[in-house]
């Protein structure tokens, strides 16, 4: 197997790859038009060069025989602790048990370790159980469990963290008020990519139970927006976030 780094011509490539990874694994739950909208979302040929002028992505191709048969795509994220996030981790059903997803999370550890990160993180919907197996194989711990959108229903998914060198223990969150005085309190310790700087989850309680929304890490703004399809907006300086990722396991 042969892993290099993407570039913006591979995008037909990729999404072929995407879109049968997603219909072999979650066709049976997860409706076609949902799959299709959210490879194109990310895997349009401007939405990848977009992508790959990020400085902090790192996105790997695996090939065999000069066949794309699976890649992995994520980012550094200026958490605290930094976060080497997974976004998508798929393989070609055809290619399948063969370690191609276990030799492309290694060299993504490797890239984003070098580029800082001190924890990897990687998510997949609870129905995935396979998904969920291969992280905790991988030295990954399940540490928490959220409520995403994809189309018109909610899933659960599932939250899956690796220490790298020296990751600490204790979450990071700072209390801010809103202009009603109301205390809110933010997680900097859980981020969200957008496209001018992270979104971070805020909280209406102290223990972090309560969601609340998210925090803008660009204009330091809480008035933001979520959609159906996980789409976040900041509504005072348009900071954007895409669409859910919501499956960065092999399967």
């Known amino acids: 197997m042969e892993v290099?780094?993407?570039?913006?011509t591979d995008a037909e490539e990729i999404a072929t790859v995407a879109r049968a990874s997603l219909s072999e694994s979650y066709g049976h739950f997860i409706d076609e038009d949902a799959i299709v909208d959210i490879v194109e979302e990310w895997y349009s040929a401007p939405q990848l060069s977009s992508l790959l002028d990020d400085e902090n992505e790192v996105f790997l191709l695996a090939y065999e025989d000069d066949d794309l048969v699976g890649f992995v795509q994520g980012a550094l994220l200026q958490e605290d602790p930094?976060?080497?996030e997974l976004d998508w981790l798929h393989v070609s059903p055809h290619f399948r048990g063969e370690h191609t997803g276990t030799q492309l999370l290694g060299q993504f550890q490797d890239r984003i370790e070098d580029q800082g990160a001190e924890v990897l993180r990687g998510k997949v919907l609870a129905q995935n159980e396979d998904g969920g197996a291969f992280y905790e194989e991988?030295?990954?711990?399940?540490?928490?469990?959220?409520?995403?959108?994809?189309?018109?229903?909610?899933?659960?998914?599932?939250?899956?963290e690796k220490p790298l060198g020296g990751y600490p223990a204790?979450?990071?969150?700072?209390?801010?008020?809103?202009?009603?005085?109301?205390e809110l309190f933010v997680s900097f310790s859980d981020a969200e990519r957008g496209a001018k700087g992270p979104f971070y989850t805020v909280f209406s309680s102290e223990a972090l139970e309560?969601?609340?929304?998210?925090y803008c890490g660009n204009c330091e703004s809480v008035d933001t927006a979520m959609d159906a399809m996980g789409r976040i907006e900041c509504n005072n300086c348009g900071n954007k976030r895409k669409a859910t990722r919501w499956d960065a396991s092999y399967l």
Do not use: W
């Open 4 to 8: 290099q780094s993407a570039a913006s």
């Open 82 to 84: 930094p976060a080497g």
């Open 138 to 160: 991988h030295g990954f711990d399940h540490v928490a469990t959220r409520e995403v959108t994809i189309g018109e229903t909610n899933y659960d998914e599932q939250i899956y």
């Open 170 to 182: 204790e979450e990071v969150v700072e209390t801010i008020t809103e202009p009603n005085d109301r």
């Open 210 to 214: 309560e969601r609340y929304g998210f």
